[in-house]
């Protein structure tokens, strides 16, 4: 019997997703973080805790965002031919405490593939107050109609920005907090396949119960400002969780000309399968640190030992383009990235 050709191609970009390559040694052995240095007292701090694959935690004083966790990690085989569902034991087990972050004002999702989205229901209603606005795609809002979610999506696909033009920003918090949503793409997984790519065009009768019914929608990276007193922004943070081929998730010169980004946040998983990343991104951003997110294989149990993304990923070779398009201010001795494990804590001083 002949397979579907779509069955064909997911079989085979399940395969070489299984070939994991040798660990190396800075996936063991993680940098300290280093923080930004001012030349002189800062005004506050911004505490970034990395909550493995795409999941950040951003805090500064009384202002909290969040980037959509990721805690289920079901195997490659259930992946592979058997439904997903929101793992609670494991994100009851792994996820911060509840007074950690309860207070988080806005979500944001670059896409919307399970281990982006899938969580998310049950995370924002057991763990964080006041229902916040989610922000992403409008497949993702169609996705959480269908999974019976109440969360409040607010749809960025036509208010995001591209490298030609700004965007809208959202003030999260007015005055505050604010983000602009960027269009950017996902690197397939194996040469020429994305797998559950393109949008939902409405939802559908039943929820999703499949890994492939996940759609990606469209993709978007985010500029993220906390901003001073005057509403100038104090700090600005670049966040991908996917690699995207320049200069898509690039924001457009008259943004970047108004402030530079402190910290970019940049996706290993997939690298290699796109063009110039992440030395696109990183030149066109300049920022003055670098954290390296999504590198972790999502397959394993997040008990275990993390390990790196499979697909071949080669981390030295990351670290290396990394590390030759940052820019070269740092301070003499310290290192402009950060390599984090999950829950690991990065503090980075907001300059005057």
Not at 62 to 78: C, G, V
Not at 125 to 139: A, C, L
Not at 213 to 241: C, V
């Amino acid at each position: 019997m002949q397979r579907p050709a779509g069955l064909s191609s997911m079989l085979l970009a399940i395969g070489l997703l299984a070939c994991a390559g040798p660990i190396p040694p800075q996936a063991r052995d993680h940098p300290e973080p280093q923080p930004l240095h001012c030349g002189g007292p800062g005004v506050g701090t911004i505490e970034l805790t990395y909550l493995g694959v795409g999941g950040v935690l951003i805090r500064y004083d009384d202002e909290a965002i969040l980037t959509a966790p990721f805690y289920s990690h079901p195997n490659l085989a259930r992946v592979l031919s058997l439904p997903v569902k929101p793992n609670t034991n494991r994100i009851d087990t792994y996820l911060l405490e509840k007074d950690q972050i309860e207070d988080v004002q806005g979500i944001l999702v670059g896409h919307s593939h399970y281990d982006h989205a899938m969580d998310l229901p049950y995370i924002v209603t057991q763990y964080i107050d006041g229902n916040p606005p989610v922000y992403g795609s409008r497949t993702l809002k169609h996705l959480m109609t269908e999974a019976g979610s109440s969360l409040s999506v607010e749809e960025m696909n036509a208010k995001a920005g591209t490298w030609r033009r700004a965007g809208d920003w959202i003030p999260v918090i007015p005055g505050r907090l604010r983000i602009m949503a960027l269009h950017s793409q996902h690197a397939p997984h194996v040469p020429g396949l994305t797998l559950a790519a393109g949008p939902l065009g409405a939802p559908r009768s039943r929820p999703p119960l499949f890994a492939k019914e996940w759609k990606e929608g469209q993709t978007f990276a985010y500029l993220i400002d906390f901003l001073d007193a005057s509403g100038a922004p104090a700090f600005r943070i670049h966040y991908q969780d996917a690699a995207s081929p320049p200069p898509w998730g690039f924001p457009p010169p008259v943004v970047l000309d108004e402030r530079r980004v402190d910290v970019a946040i940049v996706c290993a998983g997939g690298f290699g399968l796109v063009p110039d990343y992440p030395q696109g991104v990183v030149r066109d951003l300049e920022p003055r640190h670098a954290v390296v997110g999504h590198w972790e294989d999502f397959f394993r149990s997040p008990g275990k030992k993390a390990r790196v993304v499979r697909g071949g990923t080669d981390l030295d070779e990351f670290l290396v383009r990394l590390e030759s398009a940052l820019p070269g201010d740092s301070p003499p001795g310290k290192q402009n990235w950060t390599l984090p494990n999950p829950h690991a804590v990065i503090r980075f001083s907001v300059c005057p």
